[in-house]
């Protein structure tokens, strides 16, 4: 069960006579959330913003040098990435050292293709799809 600040009381009574063996019945709700934190200092604070990300962690490179694959379409030899109103024009087949966030972009930037194939029980044509990245690229360097 989540303990958090909204959990009934008689729960709260509950789970601290299970945990600490106290009885805290008839106790005002302020004073069982207090022994609570007293016991448990961390008890309240990990389960106030679930979607907050952990204070502890590997902190995320400002800067990542990268290369994007030239594909054989004669089109444009650069792709270009806006991160933050920021347009970023990244040449095909060079080195290039560009924020985080475009590099972020790259990775999530997927495709769907689909090819035509057959079934091999039914014999009929199908679709079968798969994911690829838009830009193929390598990241070389992480750079804090």
Do not use: C
């Not at 007293?38 to 990542?64: D, R």
């Not at 792709?79 to 475009?102: A, H, W």
Request: proline share 6%; hydrophobic share 35%; no cysteine.
């Amino acid at each position: 069960m989540a303990i958090t600040k909204k959990t009934s009381t008689a729960q709260l009574v509950k789970y601290a006579a299970e945990t600490h063996g106290v009885d805290l019945k008839g106790q005002d709700r302020k004073d069982v959330i207090a022994f609570l934190e007293e016991q448990e200092p961390a008890l309240f604070e990990a389960t106030a913003n679930p979607t907050a990300a952990p204070k502890a962690g590997k902190k995320q490179p400002s800067k990542v040098t990268l290369r994007v694959f030239s594909d054989n379409d004669e089109g444009l030899n650069y792709i270009q990435v806006i991160f933050n109103s920021v347009p970023y024009q990244i040449k095909k087949d060079e080195e290039v050292t560009v924020p985080y966030g475009v590099y972020d972009i790259l990775r999530n930037a997927i495709q769907k293709r689909y090819k035509t194939v057959k079934d091999p029980v039914t014999q009929q044509n199908i679709l079968k799809e798969s994911k690829v990245q838009r830009w193929p690229f390598e990241p070389i360097a992480f750079i804090d």
